[in-house]
């Protein structure tokens, strides 16, 4: 039969891709482990380095909120600061009612950009 001798010629035959894998013995470790340092650092500064930036900003500005600030947050409620608690701001919505929301939700001031675009935004 024809398969079972074309099989056999396939499973025995060198591949290129199994020869690249085996290591030359006298190479250093350092230099087999270099590929994934350079994507580790490209990750960092692609990814983890502007999240932090983002963030940071978004802080400064949830810490600097004062009573008075005609603000927005996120699910788009508008509203103006009634009282600042530790984690969380009261918004006076309408004459006589305020809400308690968490102070991360706070987005943005009324009529300005958000603090942080969304991630689609450029």
């Not at 006298?26 to 580790?40: E, V, Y």
């Not at 600030?69 to 004459?95: H, M, P, R």
């Not at 300005?112 to 450029?122: F, M, R």
Request: net charge positive; hydrophobic share 45%; no cysteine.
């Amino acid at each position: 039969m024809i398969v079972p001798e074309l099989l056999t010629r396939v499973l025995a035959a060198p591949t290129g891709l199994a020869m690249s894998a085996q290591q030359d013995p006298s190479q250093p470790i350092w230099l087999s482990l270099a590929p994934f340092a350079l994507i580790l650092g490209i990750f960092y500064f692609v990814i983890l380095a502007p999240m932090r930036k983002r963030q940071k900003k978004v802080t400064e500005f949830q810490d600097s909120l004062k009573i008075g600030d005609k603000v927005v947050t996120t699910s788009g409620l508008y509203g103006t600061v009634a009282k600042i608690g530790d984690n969380s701001v009261q918004l006076k919505i309408a004459e006589k009612v305020n809400v308690e929301v968490t102070r991360a939700s706070v987005a943005g001031y009324q009529g300005q950009d958000p603090v942080v675009p969304e991630q689609g935004a450029l």
